[in-house]
């Protein structure tokens, strides 16, 4: 199990934020042993999700419910371009916690990929929660039922600046593909769900945990398909990208009458790091205790036991002291 620690952190001011003053209320937590240097925490807190039509949205707004309720602290859940986007404002000290894919956050921390050149180090781990399911989404009459059947037809690779635009990226090279031999288009799941019923493209890469309300959507007026990725495909894809991990679509969802093979990353919380020990402790504790108020089917994937495994960035002090303190 991944457990990394810091070091001191280097206080960095948020911009646009408002910060609690003096002392008494319980919602101002002192940043304690190892916290953030001696800046107070926020009035407020952004969390970050995604696409209103994906998972992120439904549980962040979850999950800003237990936060508030737990700690006092105004939270609310935004709508946001996603995994790529959400570090980078982070960064920006736009919100101070949000959803990403550890695929994503591994590729901002090291500065590749989208973040080519620029490293994202202001920002650390509260956890890993669920699995990210890629899923290439089409309909029964498009005729797709492989991934040699993508050539030359116009398919949504995700909302510039995605984690799924690399997923498809990735999967299409291991089939012997680039972006170059498809007609890629850049849409969100909501765009990806309303084109696909229009017939106005082919498929739809969407990474999100199963169900999806966008495919849920598109199975209400169509017959949805999912392309398998082959065992031997998988195999070739964890073994160059490691942070990758065979899944399964069920038999079921969508109306699928079997199991369909694919693979998946993991969705994960992140948060300034700045923000003081104290705090990020009792967020990562009200979140991991509370599950049982999340009205979604990923919730029971979210676990202690399981918080820290795949997570290829520094994790918070007061997070790593909250699973130090349970596992």
Known sequence: MLKKKFGLFAAVALAGSVFLAGCGDDAANDSGDGGSG?????????ILTGGTTGTYY?????????????????????SSQASAANMTALADGDAQIAFVQTDTA???AEGSNMFEGEVIDTVSAIGALYPETIQLVTTANSGITSFDDLAGKSISVGAPGSGTYINAEQLLEIHGMTMEDIKAQNLDFGE??????????DAAFITAGTPTGAVESLSATADVVIVPVA?????ELIEKYPYYATDTVPSGTY???EDVPTVSVLAMLVVQNDLSE????DITKAIYENTDQIQHAKAEFIKTET???????DIHPGAQKYFDEVN
């Open 106 to 108: 591994f590729y901002a």
């Open 58 to 78: 439904p549980l962040g707004g979850a999950m800003a419910t237990i936060v508030e309720n737990e700690t006092g602290i105004d939270t609310t859940a935004e």
């Open 307 to 313: 918080a820290l495994d795949g997570i290829g960035i």
């Open 192 to 201: 990806s769900q309303e084109s696909l019923q229009a017939g106005q493209i």
């Open 255 to 257: 109306g699928l009458t």
């Open 38 to 46: 001696g800046s107070a925490d926020p009035e407020f807190l952004s």
């Open 278 to 281: 104290d705090l990020v402790y």
């Open 231 to 235: 065992e031997d495909k998988a195999a």
